[in-house]
């Protein structure tokens, strides 16, 4: 069967085209103006005759002067509009940056306090890591991780300019005062489907069912594949260090604790809590410490309680975390325990020895014990719930009730 064209003279979509991209941004404008056959085009009509007899030639000027500049020097400007959050490392800001025309856009703040460092030089060198670090996520922009956008120096104190992710870190997520708030203000139909679905009581703090906390490492073991692929570990993961989006995914944030495998700092500030054996030991801390930090969040998010903070003798925490394989049929409820593949799953992330554990973050999902299985084995036994949506419509309302000031 033969098929015309309505259209005309048009080049036939299946044949090949020869197109040569412009080269220089200083080329004439009427290049744009060829089809991608080379062929001359008339110039677009406009009902509008005014704009033919266009009176813009000095609005014109100035545009074809900027955009051709090689170098603009602007300044912008941010207004903080409120506290985001506070740690170890500094204070992290809502702010906006104003643009034309009503514009304005949301971005995050984090002031890198100098206070921890003995010698001014200690805080330089240590933000020339954080500098290089973000120059390279930057460029990684992977949807689990978070987009940094500029790091500044303004009179020797670091600035990072990130993207503002709109939702709330775990550690907070998991707080008693949460749940409570949740208990009152949900309706009770809307309170029984999270509990069956998404989050219920734990003997210290909410804990995730197991679809939802492995959904939500599983966005974290991706983000952590891109960091490794690129020979950085992040060596701070930790709930509040990972954030729910009202877009049901997870993301990791604060990278000013990662470095690069290739250029180890001397000095470095660990999460006693959520650092691996080997870290605790004073021993590498590699791509797999990451993996292990990891499996004690899945641990604390599946058990509701916190396993290790409490333990401030180091002695006893390196005895507990390897020890671990013994806690587990004791901590996690008897639902998880029962799931071979999902104790599988935690043990190749905790396991005390980084032999012991997945080998990568990308093997964590794809192994045949790994987080894919395991929601694949949910979909099979049909208790797979739309858990990217369900955490959407749940941070949403979190979000919306945060705004009314209630919690
Ligand atoms: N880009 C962001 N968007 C929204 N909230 C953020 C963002 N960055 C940080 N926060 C909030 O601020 C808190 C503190 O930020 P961050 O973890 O970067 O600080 P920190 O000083 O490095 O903390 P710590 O060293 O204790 O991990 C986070 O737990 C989170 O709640
Ligand atoms: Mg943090």
Redesign the pocket.
């Known amino acids: 069967m033969e098929c015309f064209s309505s259209h005309g003279n048009w080049p036939d979509p299946g044949q090949p085209r020869t197109f040569s991209p412009s080269s220089t941004v200083n080329e004439s404008l009427d290049r744009v103006e060829q089809t991608t056959t080379g062929e001359k085009l008339q110039p677009t009509e406009t009902a509008d005759s005014e704009f033919t007899e266009s009176h813009c030639g000095e609005l014109v000027a100035r545009y074809e002067k900027q955009s051709r500049e090689p170098r603009l020097s602007w300044t912008t400007h941010l207004r903080l509009l409120r506290k ?9 800001y ?1 702010a906006e940056r104003p643009g034309a025309d009503n514009f304005t856009l949301p971005v ?1 703040l ?1 002031f890198f306090s100098p206070e921890r460092y003995k010698r001014p030089e200690d805080y330089d060198l240590d933000m020339v890591r954080v500098g290089n670090v973000a120059a390279m996520v930057a460029r990684i922009q992977h949807d689990n991780l ?1 987009l940094v956008q500029n790091y500044l120096d303004r009179e020797r104190i670091r600035v990072m300019i ?8 775990l ?2 997520l998991l707080t008693p005062k949460m749940f409570t708030v949740m208990q009152e203000r949900f309706s009770q139909k809307r309170w029984q489907h999270l509990n069956q679905v998404l989050v219920t009581a734990g003997p210290e703090q909410p804990r995730f069912k197991a679809g939802v906390a492995v959904a939500i490492v599983r966005n974290c073991l991706n983000a952590l594949g891109a960091l490794h692929r690129h020979g950085i570990v992040h060596a ?1 993961i ?1 709930p ?2 990972i ?1 729910l989006k009202a877009s049901g995914q997870a993301k990791i ?2 990278i ?2 990662a470095f690069q495998l290739n250029d180890p700092p001397k000095r470095r ?1 660990i ?1 006693p809590a959520y650092a691996a054996v080997e870290v605790l030991q004073g021993e590498e801390t590699t791509a797999l410490s990451d993996l292990a930090s990891l499996g004690y969040v899945l641990v604390e998010l599946l058990s509701g309680q916190t396993l290790f903070s409490a333990e401030q003798d180091a002695g006893k925490l390196l005895f507990a975390k390897r020890e671990i394989f013994q806690l587990l049929p004791d901590i996690l409820p008897e639902e998880v325990v029962r799931n071979d593949l999902l104790m599988s799953f935690i043990q190749g992330l905790v396991a005390p020895n980084p032999v012991d554990r997945f080998q990568s973050a990308e093997s964590a999902v794809v192994v045949e014990d790994g987080a894919a299985a395991f929601q694949r084995q949910l979909i099979k036994g049909d208790l797979a719930s739309e858990y990217e949506n369900d955490i959407r419509v749940w941070i949403e309302e979190l979000l919306e009730m945060e705004i009314k000031g209630q919690l």
């Not at 990130?162 to 870190?169: A, H, I, K, S």
Request: no cysteine; glycine share 18%; proline share 0%.
């Open positions: 985001l959050g506070e740690g170890g490392q500094g204070i992290v809502l995050a984090k978070l990130m993207e503002w992710v709109e939702g709330f870190d550690r907070r701070d930790k509040a260090n954030m944030i604060d000013g604790s500030s999460t």
